[in-house]
Structure formats: C-alpha cells, structure tokens
C-alpha cells in the first residue's frame, strides 16, 4: 500500500479543499453568522430519510416506527396554528396562516399525496439498514436526504397530472413522484444515458411492471435544455432538479467533483446550464401548470439569481407571464424537521444543522400564467 502522504501523484490542492476555500469565500458573505455552524454540519456525516415504497408489499413502517423512526410528512407543526407563539419566525408562521405578505389571503399549499419519508430523531445519527426485498422482489425503502422529499411535495401533483421530470437520474424523486399513485403520464428524462440506465434499474427495484408501461411512463435521455423545442405548453406539473456543485458531495469525495482543476470550465458554465434548463421547464409547462426549480447547493448564483434571470427572459422572450409560488407553508409544517434558511426573498432552502443534518436544498416554485 502507498503511504497517501508519500505518493508522488497525490494532488497537492485537491478538489474537496478547493471546495471548501471557495465556500468560505462566498458562503461566509451569503450566510454571515450562519456559516459557521452550516459548515461544520456540511463537514459531518449527512443524514438520510428513508422514502417508503408503497408499492412494496412488505409493511415496512411499523418496522422502522419501531426503531424509532417518524414518517416526517405527518409529523407536522401544528403549534404554528395556535397563537401563543414566542419566537419571531413562530409568530411570523401564524400571521402567514391568515395572510400573505401583502395582506392578501394566501390560498393553501397543495402537497403532493401519499409521499412518505421516515427519519430518526433530531441529533439521532443511526443508520438505517439496508432496504429488504419483499415476495417480488420489490424492495421496502429507498435511503436518500430527507429534504430531497420537499421538491417533490412541494410540486402539488394531482390526480391525472401529465408530469415532466426533465433531470431525473438517478432517479430519487422520480420514485417519490410516483408514490402520490395519481399521476396521469410522467415522462422521465436525463441527459446521461449511463445515469439514465441507473435510474431504469431504481424504477424496476421498486416499483412494479405494470407501472411502468409506455402508456404511463416514456424514459429519455434528450438535452434538457432542448426541451421548450419538443414539447411545449404540455405539462400540469414540471420539475427541474438541476445538475449544481452538489455542495456536500464536493466538500467529501473527490472522485467525480465539479471543483476538480479539469471541470473549471463546466463549473463555471452551471448557472447558464441551470438557466436554460428552467426556461425549458417553463416552456414545456401548460399555461396554469406549475414548475419547481431545486438544486443542492447554497449559492445564490446557482439559486435565487437563476430563478430571477428566468422569470425576467420567460416574459422578454416568450412572453410567458409567472407567478411564484409562495412556499413559506410548506416550511411551517415541517420547521420540526428541517431547518430553513431565513429571510430568502425567493424560494426556500433546507440548510444543514448537526441536529439535523439535511440538505442544502434550494426550491423555488413558479406558476404559468399565461
Ligand atoms: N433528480 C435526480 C434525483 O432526484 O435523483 C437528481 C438530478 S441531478 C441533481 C442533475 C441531473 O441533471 C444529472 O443526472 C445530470 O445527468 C442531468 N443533466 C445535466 N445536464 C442536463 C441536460 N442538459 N439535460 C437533462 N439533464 C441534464
């Protein structure tokens, strides 16, 4: 075995420290006093959710309640309905109850059904076991951040929908799309054609044949940003879960990282990348349809600035009028079990905490008007 310190090929900057010194960078200015305790959380072992496959016909959730786990989608807030309320971000849930920040009555959130997610406790770091496969072979969970769920709660799928996922592999949110059970056509694609096979193999390991028929379901793996070209004013619901730097992949592996010398040029064209595949979102949505932006990092570049930029050309370019959708719901019910970045004029981002070690994850909702 080669002492690492010794090798002659071990890179004297690698990618995960070049990482952290541009978080530092930016991050500190973005987050001020926050960053500090987000980078110690970013530095530490992440913790998983496990999405409950309903297709599964094992009764995996009694099982996993009884180590401990709660399903967070049911473990709600319901303190921020009453009003004795002591904090400011308490009081600030019960007056968004009653109105909107102008005043206005907000209409409620719909949330996705029958997306089920279980995680162990605040600061309980246990590991769950790998998922079981049931009598045919169909396995019980899939392990993945819990916060990855809220994208696809927050996309509001209905029954019937006609659902695009224009980033989908390896396929997370793609299963958790499909536990709501009312969708009416999802079409699933990723650019990747290696990460688009992975994705069939996370589909056929979890969700049964009959699922998965033409009829109900079309794989691809076009470009995504070509997608406005294709098929446009279709989709009631689309989400665009963009490639990004993957803040906490990048500050651990240094196999595969964006901030490796070589991928300077690919990192630095993400926030276009991530542009023209919203704006492709938006247009494949159906006048009244509804899109969902999300990534897993912090930076506002990759963030609030790309859903800004897109708001502004979809109405210069095409002409297409949104409206955002205001999430600050979704963040009441389940502020017990993630925390949220404050005071974000666009969108809403999961940051990590050591009590609870999930995300990040930016999402910003929009609404076709026109
Ligand atoms: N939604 C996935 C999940 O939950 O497992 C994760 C998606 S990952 C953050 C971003 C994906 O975008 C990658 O799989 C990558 O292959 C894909 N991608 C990159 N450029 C793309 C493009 N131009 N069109 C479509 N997909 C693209």
Redesign the pocket.
């Given at each position: 075995r080669v002492k690492e310190k010794w090798a002659a090929t071990r890179t004297k900057h690698p990618p995960t420290s070049l990482a952290l010194q541009h978080f530092d960078a930016t991050y500190s200015i973005q987050l001020g006093k926050l960053w500090p305790s987000v980078r110690v959380a970013l530095l530490s072992e992440r913790k998983y959710g496990a999405l409950l496959n309903n297709f599964s016909h094992e009764a995996v959730l009694a099982g996993l309640e009884a180590q401990g786990c709660r399903d967070f989608t049911s473990d709600t807030d319901t303190e921020a309905q009453t009003p004795e309320v002591s904090t400011e971000e308490e009081s600030s849930c019960v007056s968004m109850k009653k109105s909107g920040a102008d005043g206005q009555q907000l209409p409620p959130l719909q949330l996705s059904p029958h997306i089920k997610c279980l995680v162990f406790p605040r600061a309980d770091i246990t590991r769950f076991k790998p998922a079981r496969p049931d009598m045919c072979g169909l396995l019980g969970y899939y392990l993945?951040d819990a916060a990855?769920v809220l994208p696809c709660l927050a996309l509001g799928v209905q029954e019937g929908h006609n659902v695009l996922?224009?980033?989908?592999?390896?396929?997370?949110?793609?299963l958790a799309l499909l536990q709501t059970q009312c969708i009416g056509f999802l079409c699933v694609?990723?650019?990747?054609v290696s990460?688009t096979l992975r994705?069939k193999k996370v589909l056929h390991s979890y969700v049964p044949k009959q699922f998965l028929k033409d009829e109900k379901l079309r794989i691809t793996s076009?470009?995504?940003?070509k997608w406005g070209e294709i098929e446009r004013d279709t989709f009631d619901r689309v989400?665009v879960?963009?490639?990004?730097t993957?803040d906490r992949h990048s500050l651990l592996e240094d196999d595969n990282n964006i901030f490796s010398k070589n991928r300077t040029g690919e990192r630095r064209k993400l926030p276009q990348?991530q542009l023209?595949?919203l704006l492709a979102g938006i247009e494949a949505a159906c006048p009244g349809g509804e899109i969902v932006y999300s990534?897993?990092t912090l930076s506002q570049t990759q963030n609030l600035s790309v859903v800004e930029q897109a708001i502004y050309l979809a109405r210069e370019k095409h002409g297409i009028n949104l409206q955002v959708v205001d999430l600050r719901p979704l963040t009441c019910m389940f502020r017990k079990t993630f925390h949220f970045a404050p005071d974000l004029h666009l969108g809403e981002m999961v940051i990590p905490h050591l009590a609870a070690n999930f995300g990040p994850i930016y999402m910003c909702k929009l609404r076709r008007l026109t």
């Open positions: 993945m990855s996922d224009l980033c989908a592999a390896s396929g997370g949110k793609t694609n990723d650019s990747s990460r994705l076009f470009d995504g940003t989400l879960d963009v490639p990004c993957t990348l023209e595949l990534t897993c």
